[in-house]
């Protein structure tokens, strides 16, 4: 129950987690009339990942392939989608050294943010917080280890910039990528970047 002029909140920490490393599936938000103080819950973007070989659900809303290339063994005209959104897919160079290895994930992630920050990638970004916006938002992918993929960044990503800022405007994570190394910067810059000193 909220004390007088009080609301809860979550202390956020890298990446909206808390001191312990959990995300809240539910944040709030403060309405103050008066002496009354409410709360009304701001729900995250309902963003799935799921393998572009499963069988749709009708709980998928909107379902958009994000990979670069079409999956193999797939006819065009029999697979249910919305949209493929290639431009938001990681480069065929990033693809090629990730080789899906999850020991280089988190070195993979910071790579692929540095990449969706070109214009064709904003844009399709755009378009997938779009989809998200008016429900829920189904992202497919071939890959089989679903945690480790392009897929999940890009959910995390779009769940993330659900909640609007202050210039309305959605949270976007380019500015904070380091032009020089293409690490996230408030993760640290690569060892031998010029820019860490700075």
């Known amino acids: 129950m909220p004390v007088h002029g009080v609301s809860p909140r979550r202390v956020a920490g890298r990446g909206g987690q808390d001191r312990l490393g959990r995300t809240p599936p539910v944040t709030t938000g403060q309405v103050t009339t ?5 709360v009304r819950p701001v729900s995250p973007r309902d963003v799935r990942v799921r393998r572009v070989y499963d069988e ?8 958009v392939l994000v990979d670069r290339v079409w999956p193999r063994g797939l006819r065009k005209d029999a697979l249910r989608l919305d949209d493929w959104a290639k431009d938001v897919a990681p480069s065929t160079e990033l693809r090629t050294w990730y080789g899906h290895d999850p020991a280089r994930f988190g070195e993979f992630r910071q790579r692929y943010l540095g990449e969706l920050i070109g214009s064709a990638q904003r844009a399709a970004l755009g378009r997938l917080r779009a989809l998200a916006a008016k429900g829920p938002l189904t992202l497919l ?6 945690d480790h993929s392009q897929a999940a960044v890009l ?4 769940r993330e910039s659900g909640e609007e800022e202050e210039g309305g405007e959605a949270v976007c994570y380019a500015h904070l990528v380091c032009p020089e190394c293409g690490a996230v910067v408030t993760e640290g810059h690569r060892p031998g970047c010029g820019q860490a000193a700075g």
Do not use: F, I, M
């Not at 008066?34 to 409410?38: A, I």
């Not at 749709?56 to 379902?63: F, L, V, Y």
């Open 155 to 158: 959910a995390r990503l779009l």
């Open 34 to 38: 008066g002496h009354d103080v409410r």
């Open 56 to 63: 749709p659900s009708a709980a998928d809303g909107a379902r």
């Open 141 to 146: 992918t071939a890959t089989r280890d679903l």
